[in-house]
Structure formats: structure tokens, C-alpha cells
């Protein structure tokens, strides 16, 4: 069963910059999509990036592009999210999810497409 193991949260200044990480064992990271969601209080939990197996193929939602990076690193079985010029609106738990079907094509649809979660990560941002 994979775990998935999120880290570098925080409190931060708007403006400010946050690189997320999400460390996966026991399924062979490197056949599956990887995907970052968040959840802000009182509100559903909404896509975020997503990067294919290869990283090759990468989405963001319309509120981060340009803003924040996903990438992965195969060899380290890690995932991670760079975040900058951060607003107050990404306040947020911040999760990472592995995509349910090895070598998957449909990684980009949403959550529906991701059978593991982490226990999330907060990340509050301060005007």
C-alpha cells in the first residue's frame, strides 16, 4: 500500500515562497501520475498541479499558473510544489495524491483519478 508523506508548510508573508515536498513508498513511484490538491477551510478540496509518470506532461489550475511549480524526482520517489509570490487565497491544507492507474492517461481529470492521499500539510499565508 503507498504512503504518502507531506512536508515544508508553514506560515509565510504574501510575497513570500514555499517549496512543498511529498515523499511516496511502497508502490513504484515512477509508473504513476502525482497530484497536488488543497483544502481551505469551509471550502471542498480543489485541484491544484499534476505531473504525469515521466513528468513529461504537467497541468496547473487557472489560480497557480505561473505562480507555482510542480516537479518530481524518480530516482528520490518525491514529488514536490514550488510555490511563490504566494497570496493570502492559497491559504490552505495542501495534499499530494497518486494517481490510481500505472502509466494512467487521465492523471489531469481530478481527484476522482487518485486512490492515495497524504495527510496533507498547512499553509497559511499573511497579508
Known amino acids: 500500500q503507498v504512503q504518502l508523506v507531506e512536508s515544508g508548510g508553514g506560515l509565510v508573508q504574501a510575497g513570500g515562497s514555499l517549496r512543498l515536498s511529498c515523499a511516496a513508498s511502497?508502490?513504484?513511484?515512477?509508473?504513476?501520475?502525482m497530484g497536488w490538491f488543497r483544502q481551505a477551510p469551509g471550502k471542498e478540496r480543489e485541484f491544484v498541479a499534476a505531473?504525469?509518470?515521466?513528468?513529461?506532461?504537467?497541468y496547473y489550475a487557472d489560480s497557480v499558473k505561473g505562480r507555482f511549480t510542480i516537479s518530481r524526482d524518480n530516482a528520490e520517489n518525491t514529488v514536490y510544489l514550488q510555490m511563490n509570490s504566494l497570496k493570502p487565497e492559497d491559504t490552505a491544507v495542501y495534499y499530494c495524491?497518486?494517481?490510481?492507474?500505472?502509466?494512467?492517461?487521465?492523471?489531469?481529470?481530478?481527484?476522482?483519478?487518485?486512490?492515495?492521499w497524504g495527510q496533507g500539510t498547512q499553509v497559511t499565508v499573511s497579508s
Open positions: 511502497g508502490r513504484t513511484f515512477s509508473r504513476f501520475a
Open positions: 495524491a497518486a494517481d490510481k492507474t500505472p502509466y494512467g492517461s487521465r492523471w489531469y481529470l481530478g481527484s476522482d483519478e487518485y486512490d492515495a
Open positions: 505531473i504525469s509518470w515521466s513528468g513529461g506532461s504537467i
